[in-house]
């Protein structure tokens, strides 16, 4: 089992970054796909990116390709999520997400209910 503390959110400037971090309490990151996601409120949770367990291999839902961009360091046992160019439509609450399984089924890391372990959540706001 690993608990997952996200930090890091804020409200920031459109145009501006941010890097949402989650920290691993337990076992090592390497020992789980990995992915963040968010929800708006009164929307639907929606997959933002994730990192495959072994190959450290990267999905990303395609309207964020390019602004958006997951990471880890091992040593900090610590996921990240480099936002870029932000927009008012990007203020939701944002969580990570870990799962033991590993498979090469690229459906699996988009589907939110795959994944065992969440982060409790980190508010980001971006005014206009």
């Known amino acids: 089992q690993v608990q997952l503390v996200d930090s890091g959110g804020a409200l920031v400037q459109a145009g501006g970054p941010l890097r949402p971090s989650c920290a691993a309490l337990?076992?090592?990151?390497?020992?789980?796909?990995l992915a963040w996601s968010r929800q708006a409120p009164g929307k639907e949770r929606d997959f933002l990116a994730a990192i495959r367990r072994g190959d450290g291999t990267t999905y990303y839902t395609d309207s964020l390709k390019g602004r958006f961009t997951i990471s880890t360091d091992i040593a900090k046992n610590t996921v990240y999520l480099q936002m870029n160019s932000l927009k008012p439509e990007d203020t939701a609450v944002y969580y990570c997400?870990?799962?033991?399984?590993?498979?090469?089924?690229?459906?699996?890391?988009?589907?939110?209910?795959?994944?065992?372990?969440w982060g409790q959540g980190t508010q980001v706001t971006v005014s206009a």
């Open positions: 997400a870990a799962d033991p399984r590993m498979t090469y089924s690229t459906t699996y890391y988009y589907q939110a209910g795959n994944y065992a372990y």
């Open positions: 337990g076992p090592p990151f390497s020992s789980f796909a």
